[in-house]
């Protein structure tokens, strides 16, 4: 059998998450609205009405474009895609065709083993979305509320190389949108939409084959699984003698099977031309740098500078970068503790992780902040808590919003290392089990772990276990 690899490019839809759309003063995000309440004559096509440029979705898309490297055009114009379909009131759709807002740029992502995967952009543009269609019966439906949202299409290269590559582009695509605030990046909510260019080759081969586009996936597994049984489909194809066809095709996620939509027509003509209700995108060296002084360090930086600053492994590194504002509350607490940067990474990926799930928060949505987190780390540092009762701090911490010292003072949570205190209770438990006694004297040594589960069930697990056994193991022995 012949070894082959795939080749595989993505076309990604960014919904912009601007409070109003593209060229009106609706309300862009309608998800939980009632179909066509956030409409108007300009985003539903009324014959007259004029489109105004709304400079938050620019200013999102440069950010973007900045942050994947992309070359940023001074000048770049709107053009009119022309075709017709019940879902585009005017006719057509405004996009960018000739001069987009970016040229270029790549998003890296890490692959295991240390490589990374470079996936060039060759399209990044502003457009408006078209409206929402349900088929129901014989009627067709039309949501009009998602007319004039504004989207960034981003197209890959032909640059990954596994239905595993596809779906870690889209994770780190998705990491970086939401860690720029340019978009919520919700597949389930067709915030990103993705479709997979997929086709195979002779390992080794530069050529590139027919190709078959799978449309209207709608989650990262569903991604890695059609593209999976895309290329299985095309080896088995070509093992036949058969030639790939350049289909369409549909993914049935709850079928896991893909649907023939249509054969690909060849490149309608859009007889595309400017728009000329629009002026030009002057990104002046002034607004440019007011958008790119929000640009913060990215994902990538940030989880390497985590494995050298602060001697992080890479699965830490990952897991704590997975999210800004998770990144920026590791970074607060390790300054706040200033001890070992990985004490506060296990406290972090253990408990404070397991919080955040549980009450579906944000990192910065925590009561608990970074310095009570750090006051708990040092408090069972100092043997004034155990670790138990440390983690139970920090749920007490989180639900109270009190100072995680304070709760420990009015709760009575303080570690008892007196020796007094738990030498009475050490004498109470072996005078209250004396036939235990009369076994351990008579050598079953191993008892000695009972008794001290014992004065710890007694003392509610504050007790010094340490303490507790040798002053047990001294009362056994003096009394024999
Ligand atoms: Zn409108």
Redesign the pocket.
Known sequence: MTPFETVIGLETHIQLNTVT?I????KADSWFDPPNT???????GQPGALPVLNRAAVARAVLLAAAMHATLNPLSFFDRKNYFYPDLPKGYQITQYDCPVASGGYLDLPLPGGAVRRVNIIKLHLEEDAAKTKNVGYERYIDFNR??VPLVELVTAPDLRSADEAAQYLIRLRQLLRWLGVSEADMERAQLRCDANVSIRPTGSTELNPKTEIKNVNSIEAVRAAIAHEAERQMREVEAGRRVQPWTLEWDADAGVLRKLRAKETEADYRYFREPDLLPIRLTDAWRDEILSALPELPLERRARFMTQYDLPEYDADILTSERSLSDYFEQAVRAYGGDPKRVSNWLMNDVLRLLNERALTAGQLRLTPAALAEIIRLVDSGAINTSTGKALLEKTEASGEPPAAIVQAEGLARVSDDAAIRAVCAAVLAQNPSEVASYRSGKLTLLGWFVGQVMKQMHGQADPTLARQILEELLRSRL
């Open positions: 759309k060229f009106c003063g609706c956030n409409i108007c004559p300009v985003c539903a007319c004039g």
